[in-house]
């Protein structure tokens, strides 16, 4: 299957045969949060996996946008992973000691909700990070075994979201 690439030049995108999995790497930069959600918009559109798209598209956005106004990171990169009735994203940053908070904002603050969504919306998700391959998973229902582990020098902030008979 192929995906359009999104910014010629600065942006790739790799579908793999033997899983369903995408990848898709940009430039920590303010258009960041947008591709990512095009990118995952578009590989869930294509599976026909409409149900979870807005989900997802907001909790990437969330993670990207971390990574772009916290870190000094100089690319991002989104996999997206297809599993039967669930879906995987993870965004991998090369800012492990930047690890996302879990804030408890002023309800007039207009920052601080981001990994509150996390706990409300995914069916799971979590913080992996290398440090001795230090993982970390804030939900039941955890179900990949090893991964995601990110690589030497880099952090991960993943989620799962499922439905029908999964959910």
Same mark, same amino acid.
């Given at each position: 299957?192929?995906?359009?690439?999104?910014?010629?030049?600065?942006?790739?995108?790799?579908?793999?045969?033997?899983? =369903?999995?995408?990848?898709?790497? !940009?430039?920590? $930069?303010? #258009? %960041?949060?947008?591709?990512? +959600?095009?990118?995952?918009? /578009?590989?869930?559109?294509?599976?026909?996996?409409?149900?979870?798209?807005?989900?997802?598209?907001?909790?990437?956005?969330?993670?990207?946008?971390?990574?772009?106004?916290?870190?000094?990171?100089?690319?991002?990169?989104?996999?997206?992973?297809?599993?039967?009735? =669930?879906?995987?994203?993870?965004? !991998?940053?090369? $800012?492990? #000691? %930047?690890?996302?908070?879990? +804030?408890?904002?002023?309800? /007039?603050?207009?920052?601080?909700?981001?990994?509150?969504?996390?706990?409300?919306?995914?069916?799971?998700?979590?913080?992996?990070?290398?440090?001795?391959?230090?993982?970390?998973?804030?939900?039941?229902?955890?179900?990949?075994?090893?991964?995601?582990?990110?690589?030497?020098?880099?952090?991960?902030?993943?989620?799962?979201?499922?439905?029908?008979?999964?959910?």
């Amino acid at each position: 299957m192929t995906i359009a690439v999104l910014d010629a030049g600065d942006v790739t995108v790799e579908p793999s045969d033997a899983v =369903r999995e995408y990848r898709l790497c !940009v430039p920590s $930069a303010v #258009e %960041a949060p947008r591709l990512a +959600r095009n990118h995952v918009a /578009e590989v869930l559109g294509k599976q026909g996996w409409e149900e979870v798209a807005e989900t997802a598209k907001l909790l990437v956005s969330e993670a990207v946008t971390n990574v772009y106004r916290h870190t000094a990171t100089p690319r991002i990169l989104v996999r997206t992973v297809l599993l039967d009735a =669930r879906v995987v994203v993870a965004v !991998v940053d090369t $800012a492990p #000691e %930047a690890l996302p908070v879990w +804030r408890h904002p002023d309800p /007039e603050t207009e920052h601080g909700r981001g990994m509150a969504l996390f706990g409300l919306l995914a069916h799971a998700w979590g913080i992996s990070w290398h440090a001795a391959a230090h993982t970390s998973a804030h939900a039941p229902g955890a179900s990949f075994g090893e991964w995601p582990v990110p690589g030497p020098g880099e952090k991960c902030v993943w989620f799962e979201l499922r439905w029908g008979l999964a959910a």
